[in-house]
């Protein structure tokens, strides 16, 4: 049975980052059209660099298909308008700064043909150091993230937490409610049926949001440390704190109003307190990037 996959990468400002990561996913994709007889469709979206990136795309990958758009759409919007082109059985979403394994999409596509009950699927993620990078979790609720920001779920209270610690959780193949957008491979169906990423989260924490309305509709979603990828983190967003974790308390500030409203007020205001606690205390270490991200996190929640 022929398995058709489209695999979506957005590129911003990450040109040699980005030729890295389809180096990789060439030979992945080579292997996978081997063993499975596959045909593996690879789009690049280029989302309006200012480095130029376009340029080594279309002169090192003339592989892969690149679309250029002429403003930066975000993780979201980018990833919306290429999903509207899938019409194989399976998408992946791969970041630039990710870069795969050989036998990586081989083993995604065989896990889904062994465990049909799956529709979206992540993997293990590591950073360039080797360090294991926390990638799937369960979805936010009003408990486990006041356990999560407040710090107390390092205490082991929380049996269901939003950003897992322990690293034995992420030692076998097991169900979850969210993976990280960085690897996220799914059924066709299930874009179809939820209709992606919600487009006012422009980076961070969308995949949490979409996450939910999976959930909602009855899919199901896996984690699978059997293989694994190299993920950079925060390349585009040149490595610094500040902005991912002010997009992340925006995310997640859209995902309470939008799924727990009533509840938004008291998420909020523990947010609020446990942020400024933090303020205090890296303020005393003279951490000041860590005090200025938190001060922002302050003003936007």
Known sequence: MQTDLLVIVLSYNTKDITDECLFRLKKAKVLAEDKLKAQIEVIVLDNASEDRSWEMLEKKHSWAKLVKSKTNTGFSGGNNLVMKQAKGDFILLLNSDAFVEEETLYKSLKFFEENPEADVLGCQLH??????????GYLPTPLNTCLWISGLSLLGLDLHPYHPKDPNFFTKVRQVEWVMGAFMMLKRQVYEKTGGFDETIFMYGEEIEWCKRIKNKGFKTFYNPEFAITHLDK?????LLEKPLLNEFKGIKRYFK???KSEWPVVKLVIQ???ILRVGVFGVLGDKVRVKAYLEGLRVV
């Open 235 to 239: 390349a585009s967003s040149k490595f």
């Open 273 to 275: 307190l446990s942020l």
């Open 258 to 260: 939008q799924h727990y």
């Open 127 to 136: 950073f360039k150091d080797g360090r294991l990078q926390p990638s799937a």
